[in-house]
């Protein structure tokens, strides 16, 4: 199966990925731009708000934002369908990865099931791979590394990195191109095919 016009930037926290991302967009897209949020406010968090604050407002005003916490490819499919079949492609930008698996992660009733984690998470990640395929759009994803800091001691923290993995490993395994983001700079990661 060919990949999909796919390029996804993983980093750390303020590793410059989002910025790298959006950077990336404005130089390569030649149509409409869909910004795909998955970030929302919770309860009383300044620092989540000004973190949010920041990101809308380095969006250029001509781009579409799309605010989807949970299955961004079933919230998506329906707008993209409804394009003139003569339309410019589109670039979706999911930023991000990271959040959109915490938002399953705390919609289970048990937050530590870990194989519950697990299906949620491969249903969703599968349920955009299949409307990546389905439209002819140029795709880029942002995600957080966190497998890079050792095994933590907590469950809950175990849960989510071991779950944003094999989320990162679906994605990458469909994309084209995929950056490791550290301190504003990227390294290209290359598939060894054996």
Not at 94 to 117: E, G
Request: aromatic share 6%.
């Amino acid at each position: 199966m060919e990949d999909i016009d796919l390029t996804l930037f993983l980093g750390g926290t303020r590793s410059g990925k989002s910025a790298l991302a959006e950077a990336l967009v404005t130089a390569k897209a030649r149509g409409p731009v869909w910004y795909l949020a998955t970030a929302r406010p919770l309860g009383d968090d300044p620092a989540m708000a000004e973190r949010i604050r920041r990101h809308r407002s380095r969006r250029p005003a001509h781009w579409h934002t799309l605010e989807c916490p949970r299955h961004p490819g079933r919230e998506l499919a329906p707008l993209l369908a409804a394009q003139a079949a003569d339309a410019p492609v589109p670039t979706i930008l999911l930023d991000c990865v990271t959040l959109w698996m915490s938002n399953i992660l705390f919609a289970l009733d048990d937050p530590q099931d870990a194989a519950a984690f697990e299906t949620s998470l491969t249903e969703e990640v599968g349920e955009l791979l299949h409307t990546m395929r389905a439209f002819p759009c140029r795709w880029v994803l942002v995600s957080g590394e966190t497998g890079l800091g050792g095994i933590r001691a907590e469950r809950l923290a175990r849960v989510f990195d071991d779950g944003l993995g094999l989320a990162n490993q679906m994605l990458a395994a469909q994309a084209r191109e995929a950056f490791l983001v550290v301190a504003g700079r990227c390294l290209r990661l290359e598939k060894l095919e054996f």
